[in-house]
């Protein structure tokens, strides 16, 4: 019983930052089309930077945010500019192309400034154990847990009451009536990137706390195909409901089975999702037949 | 002067060369092949090994990817299929060399096919998040499946044997490299003129028009996967005997990324431009490791910095041909022929 619970809670607080991950990617595909394989790489930029400044600057610890915020909103609405907005209209495999050539310099840089070897970070949010129960977690995952749903209950309000929201809406139903209705198409694609950029950046910081600043946290980014999938690729309950069933299912498979299954469990059921119901748990089905 | 290109026979109007300058090129391009090994030096004909598999992939690639619209993440995956497949029949089963060189191509043509399936309900960018998954998958049963594949460890594969003489060397392996790619680039461009290219072309134009004109699209999407699959297996083979040693970090996404960006480079539903691509991708990382070598005396931390330097600038540069020619060098080739043909009045 212990084992369980201490799975489930592990589980679950993966399964949180891997919804904040997936978070960023669900914003872009929602408003513009773009599937982004550089979202591991944007996340793996928020954590250097934060490192840097922290670590390398001592800067104290709201700052460094702060900056490291600002940084991300520049690179995104930088990505967006330089590589996407040329590609408007090109053909899905350019654009898909074009993110995955993104994602290598983002960590070409990001080796040449730290190099490739694996930091400790000194923790800035607190992470002692807590008692939960009969199990036990450090308190920066419980923190990880509650800036996670801060953030996606934060837009949920951003998409149903806010004008932004409203707008970027309306610009991923349909680009030509958004157009028509005044909204600036150009300026909607510039919010959706940077706002991903820092949900990156943020869920960067988080994992940098937990487990430290190194290349590998890039994998983020492609385990976060499965938790979109299973959610539904423009919807953002999807992004939170996939990635605690993902995050939960590779904890059970990993305590329960071992065998290294847990690295590939999401991929098997990212095929089956495909097969059985490709579009997700909440995805909006595009229904097109002969 | 020219005006255009006229056909009075419908054999002419169907040959692969249609005009004197393209059998010379041809001529050329063979003539360069034939006669590379005795000239080049022992790193030459080592990097025109490598082109020379590239191409072979790329070729494979290009089929499904080019010519029929499939997009897929899961060329290193099955690469890995026909490198493993080829390993584990030499050394487990005994099985000559030769024979694995037609196995291991059927079998990852069987392989591309099971995870062509899903392409029946999906495509575009669905279809490429399966084949990721496929990827990811077949790599993981590699590294986990130790009683065949040895796991994590090397599969050392033994030297080819040719009339009692092992086939161990670079220069003599250039030969069945490129023998091969001849195979392989000749049986594709016929392959393109039967009603088979033809429907890939048409489902890769449009799908659903295609299928309203009698296209069976589940059947030729799935026969795209397989013949696609089958050419790359065979490039994992001729992988598996000529590097003798077969290991899972050859096959991981990042070779799939690289081979698409070679096509994408290259040109998409082009030959020539599978070439081009490939020769190029494999040259440029050896362009940046020699020249960041020759400079490392001037700039100490360069040497350290070549492997990013080669990450970046492979990034910049499929950036860069997506934005500035997204139809690839085949497009550069195929301008400067234009140029010339009409040249000096090129308007």
Redesign the interface.
Known sequence: MDTFIHLTVSGLTNGLILALAALGFVLIYKASDVINFAQGEFLLVGAYFIYAFIVQFGFPWPLSLAFTLLLAVILGVLVERLVLRPLIGEPIISIIMATIGLSSLLRAFVSMIWGNVPRSMPPFIPSQPVRLGPATVTADRLWAVAIAVVILALFTVFFRFYKEGIAMRAVADDQQAAMSMGVSVSKIFAWAWSISAVVAAIAGALLANIVGVGPELASFGLHVFPVVILGGLDSIPGALLGGLIIGLIESYVGGYIGLGLHQVIAFVILVFILMVKPYGLFGQERIERV | MDSGVFFTTYQADMALRRTPLQKLRLALFILFVLVFPFIGNNYGVFLMNQIGIATIGALGLNLL?GYTGQ?SLGQGAFLAVGAYTAGVLVTKLGVPWYVTLLIAPLFTAFVGAVFGI?SL??K???L???T???Q??II?IVT?WDSVTGGVHALVVPPPMLFGVPINRDRYFYWLIWGTVGFTALTIANLLRTHYGRAFVAIRDHD?AA??MGIDIFKYKVLAFALSSFYVGLAGALIAHWRSIVTWERFT?DVS?VY??MI?IGG?GSISGSLFGAAFMTLLPAVINNVGMAFKDVFPRLEE?I???Q??L??????LF??VE?RGLHKFWQDLKNYFKLWPFSY
Do not use: K, N, S, T
């Not at chain 2, 492979?314 to 950036?319: K, N, Q, R, T, Y």
């Open positions: 990817v997009i899903p309900r999906l575009g960018l669905y490429a998040i399966a990721l998954a496929a990811e998958i993981w986990h659903i299928e309203i996404i990324i698409l960006a994408i998409l910095w492997p990013y330097l990450q970046a492979f990034g910049l540069i499929i950036i997506l934005i997204p």
